[in-house]
């Protein structure tokens, strides 16, 4: 794992992460970054040249009610294969689930909630 990003959908507005906490714990070295489904295009910019520039990052994307289509940019970014990326899908996501399924050789893995991630974590540090 080169870098972490977090594509969170869930609409909460605090300013810590407890996914962002747990990948610092078991990944210190790590860079991490964080967009949701309010972040402007600059941070989405940043976001598609992280993924760009480091092709082993782990994108986990927390499921949530924020709006898919304004991260179009990004989003056209993982839906690109790239077979050292890792992307995790923590909670149901029936479209995003939809449209990596359309797509040839993008794997991904499902994880009902942060206590599977914590699991996955453990495992893969």
Do not use: W
């Not at 970054?33 to 092709?55: G, I, K």
């Not at 989003?75 to 797509?103: D, T």
């Amino acid at each position: 794992m080169q870098a972490f990003l977090l594509v969170d959908l869930s609409e909460e507005t605090a300013f810590s992460k407890p996914i962002l906490q747990l990948v610092r714990q078991y990944a210190p070295a790590i860079p991490v970054f964080d967009v949701d489904a309010l972040s402007d295009a600059s941070l989405q910019q940043y976001a598609v040249r992280l993924l760009q520039e480091n092709p082993e990052t782990v994108v986990c994307v927390k499921s949530g009610a924020g709006d898919l289509n304004r991260l179009m940019p990004l989003l056209e970014e993982l839906l690109l294969p790239h077979p050292q990326r890792r992307l995790l899908l923590v909670g149901e996501q029936p479209r995003l689930q939809r449209m990596l399924q359309a797509r040839q050789g993008i794997a991904y893995t499902l994880l009902a909630d942060e206590e599977d991630l914590r699991q996955f974590l453990e495992g893969s540090v």
